[in-house]
């Protein structure tokens, strides 16, 4: 069984820096596309960066110039890195991955989630 695990997540203050991982580990052919979603309270589930398998990032609007996406294929890891954090950074942060060719939004690995608040 396949599973995705989180980690990094915590309590920062406005302006700091922050650094989210997450491994997919357990039995599996190859993992395709891999990214991060977050849920702010009371909202949606958003996208916020993926990336390829080729490591091209791709980055929602509300992170876009202060975050870095990278992936290691050869450990099955992904990690954003996340600067200038604001309030509305505040959500749960989930790890997905397809296993299949198709796009992030059809995901069909997900972490358990990583609260990441940011406040002062």
């Known amino acids: 069984q396949v599973q995705l695990v989180e980690s990094g997540g915590g309590l920062v203050r406005p302006g700091d820096s922050l650094r989210l991982s997450c491994a997919a580990s357990?039995?599996?052919?190859?993992?395709?596309?891999m990214g991060w979603y977050r849920q702010a309270p009371g909202k949606q589930r958003d996208l916020v960066a993926w990336v390829t398998t080729g490591g091209k990032p791709y980055y929602s609007d509300s992170v876009k110039g202060r975050s870095f996406l990278s992936r290691d294929n050869i450990n099955h890891t992904v990690t954003l890195e996340m600067n200038s954090l604001k309030p509305e950074d505040t959500g749960v942060y989930y790890c997905a991955a397809n296993q299949g060719p198709g796009p992030i939004d059809g995901s069909d690995l997900w972490g358990q989630g990583i609260q990441v608040t940011v406040s002062s």
């Open positions: 357990g039995m599996f052919f190859r993992i395709g596309v």
